[in-house]
T-cell receptor, first 110, second 113 residues
Framework: AQSVTQPDIHITVSEGASLELRCNYSYGATPYLFWYVQSPGQGLQLLLKYFSGDTLVQGIKGFEAEFKRSQSSFNLRKPSVHWSDAAEYFC????????FGAGTRLTVKP | DAGITQSPRYKITETGRQVTLMCHQTWSHSYMFWYRQDLGHGLRLIYY???????DKGEVPDGYVVSRSKTENFPLTLESATRSQTSVYFC????????????FGDGTRLSIL
């Protein structure tokens, strides 16, 4: 069965520092992989997705993610975090019946 | 403005009552989804719909009913609400590019007493 693990419940980074949010998945075939962001009181916004091809995927808001099949990972990165990036981030895998991770809450220190 | 509208935003009801959560989208997207969000679980898919009159179960469908008589509407009904259904419910849509949720509503916070 497909599943997603986000090992970090909460991460704090300083503004301007680099960011990496971890995501590990379990899936029977070539996975479709996604990252979403959720601000308080709002729905999720799709940051980026991977279906096939280039394993480094560019998304909105300066985010990117790299698919590593050998590690079953799809980590999200950003070179320089802004205070407005503080939010909850969700990794997801699958097609129609998607599975979401439990989320990583990002706090940005001034 | 185009988008997904969920109503109500907040709802309090009692166990055993029937409650319907509404979802309306203005894009004419073919796919629509209902998720529930609970602390520590992320989002879990309840039902999804590929088109009008086509619906299918997700990960946690028990206790829920959906219908899709029109492309733009996808109501979710709890026929006899239970406390375990207290949650935040999100509706989402997709234009069919991969069939995954692309646009989310702002959610309905449902409390069942």
């Amino acid at each position: 069965a497909q599943s997603v693990t986000q090992p970090d419940i909460h991460i704090t980074v300083s503004e301007g520092a680099s960011l990496e949010l971890r995501c590990n998945y379990s899936y029977g075939a070539t996975p479709y992989l996604f990252w979403y962001v959720q601000s308080p009181g709002q729905g999720l916004q799709l940051l980026l997705k991977y279906f096939s091809g280039d394993t480094l995927v560019q998304g909105i808001k300066g985010f990117e993610a790299e698919f590593k099949r050998s590690q079953s990972s799809f980590n999200l990165r950003k070179p320089s975090v802004h205070w407005s990036d503080a939010a909850e981030y969700f990794c997801a895998v699958g097609n129609n019946d998607m599975r979401f991770g439990a989320g990583t809450r990002l706090t940005v220190k001034p | 403005d185009a988008g997904i509208t969920q109503s109500p935003r907040y709802k309090i009801t009692e166990t055993g009552r029937q409650v319907t959560l509404m979802c309306h989208q203005t894009w004419s997207h073919s796919y629509m989804f209902w998720y529930r969000q609970d602390l520590g679980h992320g989002l879990r898919l309840i039902y999804y719909s590929a088109a009008a009159d086509i619906t299918d179960k997700g990960e946690v469908p028990d206790g829920y009913v959906v219908s899709r008589s029109k492309t733009e509407n996808f109501p979710l009904t709890l026929e006899s609400a239970t406390r375990s259904q207290t949650s935040v419910y999100f509706c989402a849509s997709s234009d069919g590019d991969g069939n995954q949720p692309q646009h989310f509503g702002d959610g309905t916070r449902l409390s069942i007493l």
